[in-house]
C-alpha cells in the first residue's frame, strides 16, 4: 500500500481513503456541538469549578446537542478581526517556552510574549494584565480536559468585577475607558488533529442567546455565559492549528457596536484519524485596556 505525504500542515491519507495516524482534519465538516439546556426545577443556572459542596451536581443545567456545520478558516484567516466577530487569527509567532509544564517559568517567559501579543496586535491597548492560564490536555488523567460545551468565558458584569479584583488601585479610571478580556489559544503539542476549538463570530450571535452562570469558586462568585441554539449563528474552526499559531478570542468588550463576546467549545471531529495524538493547548487570560 504506497501513502501520499505533504507538509506538515496538510494532510496525509492512503490510497484506500483509510485515514493514518498523521491526517490532520480540514475543511468543512459537521458535527454535533452542545448547547445550554435549562435547569430542570427552573433554578439559576450555576457550575462549581472544583469539587461541588457534598450533595450538589458540578452543574445545575443540560446539555442540548444539535448538528453543526464548522467551516474552516485557514487560508482565510485576514477575513475575521476581533471587532467584529470576536475572534483573530495570528500566524508566525515565535516563542521561548516550548515544556509549559511549570507555572512559575510559564508567568515568567510566556506570559511577557503574550502580554507583547496583545499590544501589538490589539489597536488601542495601551495596558495589559494577564491574571490566569489554563493548560488542557486530552488525557484521563489530566486535571483539565478540553470542554466539549458552547461558552463565553466572562460576562459584561464578572469582566467589571475582574478589572477591580486585578487591577484595583487603577480599576476607578480604567472602567471609565475601554476594557476588554481576550483570551489567547494555542497548541503545545504541535498540529491538531483531536478536540479543535470552535468559535462562532459574535456578528452572528445575539444577546438573547447568552444565559448568565454562576461561576462558583471555593471563596468567590464569577459569571460565565452558556449558549442556547440559534441557527443564525455561523461557527468556524482554524484546521490544523501549530504552536506558532494564536487565536484571540474576546469574551467581553465594554464599548458598543462592536463583536462583544465570542462562543467558543472544543468539538470532536468525526475525521480524527484512529492513532491521532491528544489535543494539548494553553489558554492566557488578559485584561486590555484601551
Same mark, same amino acid.
Given at each position: 500500500m504506497?501513502?501520499?505525504?505533504?507538509?506538515?500542515?496538510?494532510?496525509?491519507?492512503?490510497?484506500?481513503?483509510?485515514q493514518?495516524?498523521?491526517?490532520?482534519?480540514?475543511?468543512?465538516v459537521?458535527?454535533?456541538?452542545?448547547?445550554?439546556?435549562?435547569?430542570?426545577?427552573?433554578?439559576?443556572?450555576?457550575?462549581?469549578v472544583?469539587?461541588?459542596?457534598?450533595?450538589?451536581?458540578?452543574?445545575?443545567?443540560?446539555e442540548? +446537542?444539535?448538528?453543526?456545520?464548522?467551516?474552516?478558516?485557514?487560508? =482565510?484567516?485576514?477575513?475575521? %478581526?476581533?471587532?467584529?466577530?470576536?475572534?483573530?487569527? *495570528?500566524?508566525?509567532? #515565535?516563542?521561548?517556552e516550548?515544556?509549559?509544564?511549570?507555572?512559575?517559568? *510559564?508567568?515568567?517567559?510566556?506570559?511577557?510574549e503574550?502580554?507583547? $501579543?496583545?499590544?501589538?496586535?490589539?489597536?488601542?491597548?495601551?495596558?495589559?494584565? *494577564?491574571?490566569?492560564?489554563? *493548560?488542557?490536555?486530552?488525557?484521563?488523567?489530566?486535571?483539565?480536559? #478540553?470542554?466539549?460545551?458552547?461558552?463565553? /468565558?466572562?460576562?459584561?458584569?464578572?469582566?467589571?468585577?475582574?478589572?477591580?479584583?486585578? /487591577?484595583?488601585?487603577?480599576?476607578?479610571?480604567? $472602567?471609565?475607558?475601554?476594557?476588554?478580556?481576550?483570551?489567547?489559544?494555542? #497548541?503545545?503539542?504541535?498540529?491538531?488533529?483531536?478536540?479543535?476549538?470552535?468559535?462562532?463570530?459574535?456578528?452572528?450571535? /445575539?444577546?438573547?442567546?447568552?444565559?448568565?452562570?454562576?461561576?462558583?469558586?471555593?471563596?468567590?462568585?464569577?459569571?460565565?455565559a452558556?449558549?442556547?441554539? %440559534?441557527?443564525?449563528?455561523?461557527?468556524?474552526?482554524?484546521?490544523?492549528? /501549530?504552536?506558532?499559531?494564536? $487565536?484571540?478570542?474576546?469574551?467581553?468588550? %465594554?464599548?458598543?457596536?462592536?463583536?462583544? =463576546?465570542?462562543?467558543?467549545?472544543?468539538?470532536?471531529?468525526?475525521?480524527?484519524?484512529?492513532? +491521532?495524538?491528544?489535543?494539548?493547548?494553553i489558554?492566557?487570560?488578559?485584561?486590555?485596556?484601551?
Amino acid at each position: 500500500m504506497s501513502t501520499t505525504t505533504t507538509q506538515k500542515t496538510s494532510t496525509s491519507t492512503t490510497l484506500s481513503g483509510v485515514q493514518d495516524a498523521s491526517y490532520v482534519p480540514r475543511g468543512p465538516v459537521s458535527t454535533q456541538l452542545n448547547f445550554f439546556k435549562e435547569p430542570a426545577d427552573g433554578s439559576k443556572p450555576h457550575n462549581y469549578v472544583e469539587e461541588p459542596p457534598e450533595g450538589q451536581p458540578q452543574r445545575n443545567f443540560g446539555e442540548d +446537542a444539535v448538528e453543526v456545520q464548522m467551516n474552516d478558516i485557514r487560508g =482565510r484567516e485576514r477575513d475575521f %478581526n476581533l471587532d467584529k466577530d470576536a475572534f483573530e487569527a *495570528i500566524q508566525g509567532v #515565535p516563542s521561548e517556552e516550548t515544556e509549559f509544564v511549570d507555572d512559575e517559568h *510559564i508567568k515568567k517567559v510566556y506570559y511577557p510574549e503574550v502580554e507583547k $501579543l496583545l499590544l501589538d496586535n490589539v489597536p488601542g491597548a495601551h495596558k495589559v494584565t *494577564i491574571f490566569d492560564h489554563t *493548560i488542557r490536555r486530552s488525557n484521563p488523567d489530566a486535571p483539565r480536559a #478540553p470542554v466539549t460545551r458552547v461558552h463565553v /468565558d466572562q460576562t459584561g458584569r464578572s469582566t467589571e468585577w475582574r478589572v477591580k479584583l486585578h /487591577d484595583p488601585e487603577e480599576a476607578e479610571d480604567l $472602567l471609565k475607558g475601554r476594557y476588554r478580556i481576550i483570551n489567547v489559544w494555542r #497548541p503545545i503539542n504541535g498540529v491538531v488533529q483531536a478536540h479543535p476549538l470552535g468559535f462562532a463570530s459574535a456578528d452572528t450571535v /445575539d444577546d438573547e442567546d447568552l444565559v448568565p452562570v454562576e461561576h462558583r469558586y471555593p471563596h468567590r462568585t464569577g459569571e460565565t455565559a452558556a449558549v442556547r441554539y %440559534n441557527k443564525r449563528q455561523q461557527y468556524y474552526y482554524w484546521s490544523g492549528m /501549530d504552536n506558532d499559531e494564536r $487565536l484571540l478570542l474576546k469574551c467581553y468588550d %465594554n464599548q458598543e457596536g462592536v463583536g462583544q =463576546r465570542v462562543p467558543h467549545t472544543a468539538f470532536v471531529d468525526p475525521r480524527t484519524p484512529p492513532g +491521532a495524538k491528544g489535543r494539548e493547548s494553553i489558554e492566557v487570560r488578559a485584561l486590555v485596556y484601551g
